[in-house]
């Protein structure tokens, strides 16, 4: 049986289509943020490390089985579609009127412990890499690359994704409300809501995500080739910069170097290569 929690959204499928680059805002007085540029790896974290207490952790509605029969009855026939054995598959109707003899699905706390189960199982099994579709955002350069002074790196998006093997990548949408979340849902749709929306407060990340099944606080290795770009923040020290053009010269001659500069004619970033 396929992995009920497994999201099959591949990059080459009908979906939106994905920039030729996406950036990594990275601070490199961290030694494994630097690894990005010296070891050619990439970290990627379990949701239980983000900041955002609400990202990938939207409750399921199962709360809604204990009071909506026909959601239950409905429930237990996806349940058994979905697990069940061929003899259960064919008696259906008994295996439900069973199940609902039974009551099982009624309890407050019962539900609350399934879709607390739910949200942790998806948070052990993805490790995300999370990145930009803009490399001169004013608040990601401060948030995520130590203040103006670390680096944005620029990867070739389905190179990334192709030599990484990642289960799925796109863009995350942001919402000022939950997106539907009910039980009778396909578990494909339910994980891809969870991993790929977010708070609209969130917006001006412009995030994509690249999602891995079984690979959750792992590591992972990828190609000089795939770094296109990379970007010297606009308060980045002499010394820092040097580091970083010594390490494009030795590992990365192909990609162009850029460096920001705060702009005299507004709130924004020129980008000057170098």
């Known amino acids: 049986m396929n992995n009920p929690y497994e999201i099959n959204w591949k990059v080459h499928e009908p979906r939106p289509q994905l920039p030729e680059l996406l950036y990594k805002y990275r601070d490199i007085n961290k030694i494994f943020h630097l690894e990005t540029l010296t070891e050619l790896t990439i970290f990627l974290p379990s949701p239980i490390r983000f900041n955002d207490p609400f990202d990938c952790k939207i409750p399921l509605e199962y709360l809604q089985l204990g009071v909506d ?7 237990l ?6 697990q069940g054995s061929k003899e259960q598959k064919n008696k259906m109707e008994y295996h439900v009127a069973d199940f609902m003899a039974k ?11 399934l879709e607390e189960n739910d949200v942790k199982k998806l948070n052990e099994m993805y490790g995300i890499y999370s990145v930009s579709a803009v490399p001169n955002n004013i608040l990601l350069w401060s948030h995520y690359a130590d203040s103006h002074k670390g680096i944005c790196i620029g990867f ?3 190179k990334l994704y192709d030599t990484c093997e990642f289960s799925s990548v796109g863009p995350v949408t942001y919402f000022d409300k939950y997106p539907n979340m009910s039980v009778l849902r396909d578990n494909e749709d339910l994980f891809y809501n969870q991993l790929y929306n977010k708070s609209l407060d969130w917006y001006y990340e412009m995030e994509y995500r690249y999602a891995k099944i079984n690979s959750a606080d792992t590591k992972t290795k990828f190609t000089p080739d795939i ?6 923040g606009c308060l980045s020290s002499s010394e820092h910069t040097s580091v970083v ?4 010269k030795d590992k990365f001659p192909h990609a162009r170097l850029f460096k920001c500069v705060k702009s005299r004619q507004g709130y924004y970033l020129e980008i000057q290569e170098i």
Do not use: D, G, S, W
Request: net charge positive; aromatic share 10%; no cysteine.
């Open 156 to 158: 070739n998006a389905k």
């Open 103 to 113: 009551k099982y699905f009624t309890k407050t706390e019962e539900l609350l412990k």
């Open 69 to 75: 029969e026909e959601l239950r009855r409905n429930f």
């Open 245 to 248: 053009k010594q390490i494009r």
């Open 77 to 82: 026939k996806k349940l058994i579609l979905m």
């Open 227 to 232: 770094i296109e770009e990379i970007y010297i």
